[in-house]
């Protein structure tokens, strides 16, 4: 009867841990730090040894690096900011341009007395990491971009021309009264649209997520994100004139980028690595995690990785390379 009891109860405990909404570590501490670019930024951060930023998509929040911030604080400093409009940021009227974001994401570093770091990114998150790179070579070790394009560069036109991306022109006042107090039907269409798993993001995580981007401003700034996009193609072209040189993982899911990521990072830099994870879609940190954070984990701890060449692969044993993605498909590169 005890040990029934006690299956019952580890059971009810594993279905609450699945079933909760993500966050970071408890252990991690918080504040917030003023950029010079006029805006509050949120930033968490915990662990002990080389230094890990973390940068967060859209329709998600810094809590969505849950897993990989768990598992790189056992042997490495995780710094974990809300983008600026995100989560518990400030959210200023304007800035939202990559090139101004990289700049917060330089005054969070510094203000936690930290230079040089590892970058880690995901979706809007890219575009930011990317700039941060540009602006700041000598300050990244390596990067780690993870499923999403980024403006102005490589096949960003014909992405445009996909309808698979039509929340890339939904914004504007217009789309925030359509949107106020429906986050989560909004919000669906795209973790849906997105998704190589239909039963991720779970629930939980969807609320959550919603939730943040429903506090006062948060759809105004959240929408911002795509109306700078313009500019940032026009600050990617200078960009991209001088190439990244420090190694770069470029992550797709199968199901969404595949290897259409790395073709993108070559095309502003000259160490590209690509993984693609198998049979995941667009969310990998909510599909794959288990695989993702392996990944990401061995890319950012192997002595041997400067030294792979530009067309190197960085795939775990068992997967596959997949085609162009089904939802974002390009003419593949000459």
């Known amino acids: 009867m005890l040990r029934r009891f006690l299956a019952i109860v580890l059971l ?5 841990f699945i079933h909760a909404q993500p966050s970071l570590p408890p252990s991690f501490q918080a504040k917030t730090v ?3 670019e006029a805006a509050d930024i949120f930033v968490r951060w915990g662990g002990k040894g080389p230094v890990v930023v973390l940068i ?4 998600e929040n810094s809590d969505s690096w849950a897993p990989l911030a768990a598992d790189l604080m056992k042997d490495h400093t995780v710094v974990v900011p809300d983008l600026r409009g995100i989560g518990k940021s400030s959210k ?3 800035g939202y341009d990559k090139k101004t974001q990289a700049k917060d994401i330089r005054a969070v570093v510094t203000a936690l007395g930290y230079d040089k770091t590892f970058v880690v990114a995901h979706d809007i998150g890219n575009m930011v990491a990317y700039a941060y790179a540009a602006t700041y070579p000598d300050k990244v070790e390596r990067l780690v971009v993870m499923d999403a394009p980024i403006p102005g560069i490589g096949p960003w036109k014909e992405i445009l021309l996909n309808p698979g991306v039509w929340h890339f022109n939904f914004h504007g ?3 925030e009264r359509l949107v106020a107090g429906r986050e989560r039907i909004y919000f669906d269409r795209i973790w ?3 998704t190589g798993d239909p039963s991720q993001p779970d629930e939980a995580t969807r609320n959550f997520f919603a939730a943040t981007y429903a506090q006062p401003g948060g759809m105004r700034a959240g929408f911002a994100q795509f109306t700078a996009f313009s500019q940032d193609a026009k ?3 200078v960009f991209e004139r001088v190439k990244l040189t420090m190694p770069v993982l470029a992550v797709g899911g199968e199901k969404s980028f595949g290897p259409l990521q790395a073709v993108i990072m070559r095309s502003v830099a000259t160490h590209v690595q690509e993984a693609v994870i198998t049979g995941a879609g667009h969310w990998l940190m ?4 288990a695989e993702t954070v392996m990944l990401i984990r061995n890319f950012l701890d192997s002595p041997q990785v400067a030294a792979t060449n530009q067309r190197g692969h960085y795939v775990e044993p068992g997967m596959a390379k997949a085609s162009y993605p089904r939802r974002v498909r390009v003419p593949a590169a000459r």
């Not at 009810?12 to 609450?16: L, M």
């Not at 967060?56 to 329709?59: D, E, F, I, N, T």
């Not at 909510?286 to 995690?289: G, H, L, S, Y």
């Open 12 to 16: 009810t405990i594993g279905a609450t």
């Open 286 to 289: 909510e599909e794959r995690p």
């Open 192 to 194: 849906n649209d997105f």
């Open 56 to 59: 967060h998509g859209y329709a």
């Open 92 to 94: 200023p009227e304007g």
């Open 235 to 237: 600050d990617n072209e």
């Open 173 to 175: 006042p217009d789309a």
């Open 34 to 36: 003023h950029s010079p």
